[in-house]
């Protein structure tokens, strides 16, 4: 009857299977209102259920207003129900997630066919299985010792920072991390400034705050610090000085004395995120700003893209002063980060898996690295110009005459190209039009080859 198929090697009874079976006729608007059901006795007949059965499933629906029922009456749908279809929430972003494309360029994105996952699984197993009982429960806001401590030995060896385990708070990543930072400084209206162009995620996590935000234009070497002026109500300036997203440069180290500075001046935070720097290909990593200034700066770290970005860890190293405050923000948020993964991750750096892993994939991406520059040369010869090849996971290319809108965007993607135009990631749009942002970390070198390819083609197409 009306469709309606019971499954009897279901574990749900069949009575809750009838009920949900009306219930949603009754929303999708295939029942109408005022529409009569038919009688239990009919019901059950038609079902081949028991007569119980039926008046079980009636009853719930009575009793959540689905239909009325009335002495001598039979039992009706009620009035206003029915809830239309909503419309489709298929964005860009979501088609990027899901679709499959003959060139992928999506940035921020590491190779994870070389994470060593049956190495991951028994750190996890060995965590579990060794882990005290009292980690079981509540840990508090901070994270566990142990993980504090292996972060603190490996930023020595791998940035030569020196950080006290006590300055150092365990994250759900870096938007967690920011997310605390703004309810930590951004009270009654204080401004951010940040890079132009940077990172839309972290960008709309400040806005998403209510933070009001004050653009500061980036050039090929990060941050133009000469845009920095006394500036009222300003609480925090964020930066990734190590390299900068998307344009990939180094602050150079006058630039950072003029902002820690300004900080030191005006009374305001730094808040210093270490985007992707350890995939550096020239030299070691770069220093962070926090080692000029450990009472101004704000650092935050992840293991996103050196591990893999469903390990929603990451930490933030952070002035004595605030730690009160972020101790009782993060307690009546969300409390801890889940201890296993913590155990798990702190053996991983104890026995320097990470350290080795960071290692084979610096190889593998510099020589990714190396094939996109040669195919963009055999490509498009010397018609474009390379930004923060240095470092990461992805490169900003320049080419002139060009210019990438968001319908660029759009028509790459309608033809199975994912490429990002700068100008996507600019607060204030217009002077970054001629760049398109191309993310290698996850291709093999003839992937690398065929996206460039394709990419030409189009761009020819669209003269």
Same mark, same amino acid.
């Given at each position: 009857?009306?469709?309606?198929?019971?499954?009897?090697?279901?574990?749900?009874?069949?009575?809750?299977?009838?009920?949900?079976?009306?219930?949603?006729?009754?929303?999708?608007?295939?029942?109408?209102?005022?529409?009569?059901?038919?009688?239990?006795?009919?019901?059950?007949?038609?079902?081949?259920?028991?007569?119980?059965?039926?008046?079980?499933?009636?009853?719930?629906?009575?009793?959540?207003?689905?239909?009325?029922?009335?002495?001598?009456?039979?039992?009706?749908?009620?009035?206003?129900?029915?809830?239309?279809?909503?419309?489709?929430?298929?964005?860009?972003?979501?088609?990027?997630?899901?679709?499959?494309?003959?060139?992928?360029?999506?940035?921020?994105?590491? #190779?994870?066919?070389?994470?060593?996952?049956?190495?991951?699984?028994?750190?996890?197993?060995?965590?579990?299985?060794?882990?005290?009982?009292?980690?079981?429960?509540?840990?508090?806001?901070?994270?566990?010792?142990?993980?504090?401590?292996?972060?603190?030995?490996?930023?020595?060896?791998?940035?030569?920072?020196?950080?006290?385990?006590? #300055?150092?708070?365990?994250?759900?990543?870096?938007?967690?991390?920011?997310?605390?930072?703004?309810?930590?400084?951004?009270?009654?209206?204080?401004?951010?400034?940040?890079? #132009?162009?940077?990172?839309?995620?972290?960008?709309?996590?400040?806005?998403?705050?209510?933070?009001?935000?004050?653009?500061?234009?980036?050039?090929?070497?990060?941050?133009?610090?000469?845009?920095?002026?006394?500036?009222?109500?300003?609480?925090?300036?964020?930066?990734?000085?190590?390299?900068?997203?998307?344009?990939?440069?180094?602050?150079?180290?006058?630039?950072?004395?003029?902002?820690?500075?300004?900080?030191?001046?005006?009374?305001?935070?730094?808040?210093?995120?270490?985007?992707?720097?350890?995939?550096?290909?020239?030299?070691?990593?770069?220093?962070?700003?926090?080692?000029?200034?450990?009472?101004?700066?704000?650092?935050?770290?992840?293991?996103?893209?050196?591990?893999?970005?469903?390990?929603?860890?990451?930490?933030?190293?952070?002035?004595?002063?605030?730690?009160?405050?972020?101790?009782?923000?993060?307690?009546?948020?969300?409390?801890?980060?889940?201890?296993?993964?913590?155990?798990?991750?702190?053996?991983?750096?104890?026995?320097?898996?990470?350290?080795?892993?960071?290692?084979?994939?610096?190889?593998?991406?510099?020589?990714?690295?190396?094939?996109?520059?040669?195919?963009?040369?055999?490509?498009?010869?010397?018609?474009?110009?390379?930004?923060?090849?240095?470092?990461?996971?992805?490169?900003?290319?320049?080419?002139?005459?060009?210019?990438?809108?968001?319908?660029?965007?759009?028509?790459?993607?309608?033809?199975?190209?994912?490429?990002?135009?700068?100008?996507?990631?600019?607060?204030?749009?217009?002077?970054?039009?001629?760049?398109?942002?191309?993310?290698?970390?996850?291709?093999?070198?003839?992937?690398?080859?065929?996206?460039?390819?394709?990419?030409?083609?189009?761009?020819?197409?669209?003269?």
């Amino acid at each position: 009857m009306w469709g309606i198929e019971l499954n009897r090697q279901s574990e749900l009874p069949l009575w809750r299977q009838i009920y949900q079976s009306l219930r949603e006729m009754t929303i999708s608007g295939q029942l109408k209102a005022s529409e009569v059901l038919p009688s239990t006795r009919e019901f059950a007949k038609a079902l081949e259920v028991s007569r119980n059965t039926v008046c079980e499933a009636y009853e719930m629906l009575i009793a959540e207003g689905f239909v009325i029922s009335r002495q001598g009456a039979p039992t009706r749908v009620a009035e206003g129900l029915c809830v239309e279809n909503p419309p489709s929430s298929a964005s860009y972003e979501n088609i990027e997630s899901v679709r499959i494309f003959s060139a992928d360029f999506r940035t921020g994105r590491p #190779d994870l066919r070389h994470f060593p996952r049956f190495l991951w699984q028994q750190m996890l197993h060995k965590a579990s299985e060794e882990m005290p009982l009292e980690q079981y429960g509540y840990t508090g806001p901070q994270g566990i010792p142990e993980l504090r401590k292996e972060i603190v030995a490996w930023l020595f060896r791998s940035r030569g920072l020196k950080v006290d385990p006590q #300055d150092i708070f365990i994250t759900a990543g870096a938007t967690h991390a920011l997310h605390l930072i703004a309810d930590l400084l951004c009270g009654e209206g204080r401004k951010i400034l940040m890079e #132009d162009p940077c990172h839309t995620g972290m960008l709309r996590t400040f806005i998403n705050k209510g933070c009001p935000i004050v653009p500061i234009p980036v050039d090929e070497h990060g941050m133009q610090t000469d845009y920095l002026t006394n500036r009222e109500n300003v609480c925090a300036v964020y930066v990734t000085p190590s390299h900068q997203f998307p344009l990939g440069g180094i602050l150079p180290a006058s630039r950072r004395a003029t902002l820690i500075r300004f900080a030191r001046e005006n009374e305001v935070y730094i808040v210093e995120d270490d985007y992707d720097s350890e995939f550096r290909y020239c030299g070691e990593p770069i220093a962070p700003l926090f080692a000029m200034d450990p009472q101004r700066v704000i650092y935050v770290g992840t293991f996103s893209k050196a591990l893999f970005p469903a390990l929603r860890i990451g930490y933030v190293i952070l002035p004595r002063q605030l730690h009160k405050r972020w101790r009782d923000l993060r307690t009546h948020a969300d409390v801890q980060n889940p201890p296993f993964e913590q155990a798990a991750l702190a053996g991983f750096l104890r026995t320097r898996k990470l350290d080795r892993h960071i290692q084979k994939m610096r190889r593998i991406y510099g020589e990714r690295r190396r094939v996109l520059l040669e195919s963009l040369t055999e490509t498009f010869g010397s018609e474009w110009r390379a930004y923060g090849d240095a470092a990461g996971l992805h490169l900003a290319i320049d080419f002139p005459g060009r210019y990438f809108e968001e319908e660029f965007r759009k028509s790459c993607l309608h033809n199975g190209i994912c490429v990002t135009p700068v100008e996507y990631h600019c607060i204030q749009k217009g002077r970054h039009l001629n760049k398109l942002l191309i993310g290698y970390g996850h291709l093999e070198p003839a992937e690398i080859r065929n996206g460039v390819q394709l990419l030409h083609d189009f761009m020819k197409e669209t003269i």
